[in-house]
């Protein structure tokens, strides 16, 4: 049902004013910016032009089969906005003005009017007090702040903020890390349909792979918690506002320890919600849910510089991994392919003294077969010389990104990757998009411990 | 449960540890040895009863943290200790209803804490940490989400920073993790199958051969 809120045919958006101060403008100015094909109408009081539209005085002129309204005008104003939407057929809508119970908390009857009238007319509303909605796929971008939505990325992950700020800011850091996304919807108050309205239709699109949340609060845990039992889809949750709110007057220990927070965080771990600390983490999460499920707890770590295996051998211990010995044999046959033989192999394996691709996928292939490995964390170094090897640079990063997603599916078990080199190349890996890359090596380890707690919760429900 | 209407219709929204601890011993969870009593002679058999060591409590609602009030008398091992410990308790606990309580003295070195709280959003949600005088001070618990089954309460004792304390440390034998996750299952049970019960907290959990026992509790009801 909710299909309209992201692909509407037509759009009027209400509160435009050709005006340079005004900001419902800029909701048609970025519809257009990202190539939305449908109609939009611009609605306003006085007349004028906005991005080559004319703009309807009379909102009862506008035409019958219009599927969303955008309403950014002042909050005792939406009701009787939202009422000419009802007249004119229009069932959704977005309600990006604020001014309602964020702003006062006391009786709200604006919002009381808001609720009755989408009621009469069994509209369903996003918001208020939001962003609504940027949908890569039909070019739908709402926000009333300029934006540069060109550079917005097209994947399968789908986010649902509680925050109009936020919201940009993903969408941003997730394209700049060439993690493209579907969807991104602004909810504002949830005076309408929540978190778990979107969820559900989330669970069923198809475009969408990942569902990830940035919450201040939830108002359906039992809800929630259902939905991640059932589905197949991984949810990753940002959750903020966790100042304790325990009772100061709390008579038992468990009330007086109880916050939201840590309820919060055992309701996840008990149904597989992955939760995020920042938003660059819900990158991680994005990237760490997209390798192969991990099975078990012990790691093969390789690195080609020695410090870096070291590193990661504690970042191992940190994240509850443990890195075992390897067979002797394989160890001698590995370091067979040493140049100088002055490094002794063992796990966490440093690789520096091996200089050979095949030397490196012996190793990476052998060590993924041992039964008792579930995963692996590999660090590279790459510099444009070695692109030689490939022919071009370009040719370079789908090469060696190919062949780690080959043997990682052939072995069915993730390979955690990281580079150590300039940011410039680390960043033309990513942008190849090929397979996960990993900003450092601690950060493809932490990515580990999430896609294991992930699937220890799966497997259960499975 | 009868219990808990009892308190109700009189209007009371704690239990006594004494009641508490009933809820929970017909929930299956192992609770100490204890007699309620209200005379000397009554103290008498109750002391034979169990047998020393005893400890005596003064048992009223009112007193959520009896140690704060002192109105706890441990490791008691004669006759003449009973009888002081009894009428020291009675004379501090004059205007309030509440009797006293010999309990047996469970003896062990390490104490946990589990507890049941009704969330408004998630509903009832199980607690597990470390208990006793370290509560407060570690802060050391983690919550599920009532139901809960084996896996979860298992999950429950890895989270908890201080999970070494169930090892086999320093002598002690490690802990019974099969007793202990059954005792954190009932506790949702209780919290699933009995909607007036706002909150329980059994602090503290004292682990003797490696086995919990819930040595003091309290239930708080809810008030509409």
């Known amino acids: 049902m909710m299909r309209k809120f992201f692909y509407p045919s037509s759009i009027a958006v209400f509160g435009v004013k050709d005006n340079p101060k005004n900001l419902a403008k800029n909701i048609i100015a970025n519809c257009d910016k990202m190539k939305f094909k449908g109609n939009i109408f611009p609605v306003g009081r006085s007349t004028g032009k906005v991005s080559g539209r004319t703009i309807i005085t009379d909102p009862h002129a506008l035409a019958k089969d219009i599927d969303l309204a955008v309403i950014l005008v002042p909050a005792d104003m939406v009701a009787e906005t939202l009422e000419i939407c009802g007249q004119k057929g229009i069932r959704y809508a977005i309600v990006s003005s604020g001014g309602f119970r964020e702003f006062s908390k006391n009786e709200n009857t604006a919002e009381k009017n808001v609720v009755a009238i989408a009621k009469q007319y069994g509209i369903r509303f996003i918001g208020p007090n939001c962003i609504g909605v940027i949908c890569t796929n039909s070019g739908l971008c709402t926000p009333f702040s300029p934006l540069q939505p060109k550079n917005f990325k097209k994947g399968n992950v789908s986010l649902v903020c509680q925050s109009g700020g936020v919201s940009i800011q993903i969408a941003y850091h997730f394209s700049e890390e060439h993690l493209g996304f579907s969807k991104i919807i602004s909810i504002g108050n949830k005076l309408d349909l929540d978190e778990t309205d979107y969820l559900s239709y989330l669970l069923e699109d198809q475009e969408t792979s990942q569902i990830h949340f940035y919450l201040e609060s939830i108002d359906h845990g039992r809800k929630l918690m259902q939905l991640a039992r059932e589905t197949e889809k991984p949810i990753i949750v940002y959750k903020s506002n966790i100042g304790s709110t325990s009772s100061e007057v709390a008579r038992s220990h468990t009330a007086a320890l109880s916050s939201d927070d840590r309820i919060i965080n055992g309701a996840f771990r008990q149904t597989g919600i992955i939760r995020a600390e920042s938003i660059h983490d819900m990158t991680v999460c994005a990237k760490a849910l997209q390798l192969k499920p991990l099975t078990g707890d012990q790691l093969v770590v390789i690195s080609l510089s020695g410090g870096f295996s070291v590193i990661l051998g504690d970042a191992c211990e940190n994240y509850g991994f443990s890195c075992p010995q390897l067979p002797p044999e394989l160890i001698s046959d590995i370091e067979s392919f040493r140049r100088g033989g002055v490094i002794q192999m063992s796990n966490p394996m440093d690789f520096g003294d091996v200089h050979n691709y095949e030397g490196l996928i012996f190793t990476l292939e052998k060590c993924l077969a041992l039964d008792f490995i579930d995963g692996m964390v590999l660090s590279l170094m790459y510099d444009p010389d070695m692109a030689r090897l490939f022919g071009t640079e370009d040719e370079a990063y789908n090469t060696i990104l190919e062949f780690l997603s080959k043997i990682s599916q052939r072995f069915n078990k993730p390979i955690a990757l990281s580079f150590f080199a300039e940011r410039r190349y680390i960043d033309a890996f990513k942008k190849s998009n090929v397979f996960p890359v990993f900003n450092d090596p601690v950060e493809s380890v932490r990515a580990l411990r999430k896609n294991r707690d992930y699937w220890k919760v799966k497997k259960k429900y499975s | ?224």
Not at chain 2, 3 to 25: P, Q
Not at chain 2, 61 to 81: A, G, M, N, Q, W
Not at chain 2, 142 to 165: N, T, W
Not at chain 2, 181 to 202: A, H
């Open chain 2, 1 to 224: 449960m009868n219990i808990l209407n009892k308190a109700l219709s009189e209007n009371r929204f704690v239990l006594t540890e004494y009641e508490a601890k009933k809820v929970l011993a017909e929930y299956g969870i192992p609770v100490s040895k204890e007699i309620l009593v209200d005379s000397e002679t009554a103290l008498m058999d109750a002391v034979r009863n169990i047998g020393f060591p005893v400890v005596i409590k003064g048992c009223d609602p009112k007193f959520v943290h009896k140690s704060e009030k002192d109105l706890i008398r441990t490791d008691i091992r004669y006759e003449k200790e009973a009888i002081a410990a009894f009428h020291d308790i009675q004379a501090r606990m004059t205007g309030v209803s509440g009797g006293v309580l010999v309990q047996e003295m469970i003896m062990g070195k390490r104490e946990l804490v589990a507890g049941l709280i009704r969330d408004s959003q998630f509903g009832p949600s199980v607690m597990f940490g470390i208990g006793g005088i370290f509560t407060e001070i570690f802060n050391d618990v983690v919550f599920r989400i009532a139901p809960i089954d084996k896996s979860d309460a298992l999950g429950m004792m890895e989270e908890i920073r201080g999970k070494r304390i169930l090892e086999a440390v320093r002598g002690l034998e490690p802990v019974d993790r099969e007793q202990l996750s059954n005792l954190l299952v009932r506790i949702g049970q209780i919290g699933m199958e009995n909607e007036m019960i706002q909150e329980i907290d059994i602090n503290p959990i004292i682990i003797s051969k490696g086995r919990g026992i819930a040595v003091d509790a309290m239930i708080v009801l809810k008030s509409l």
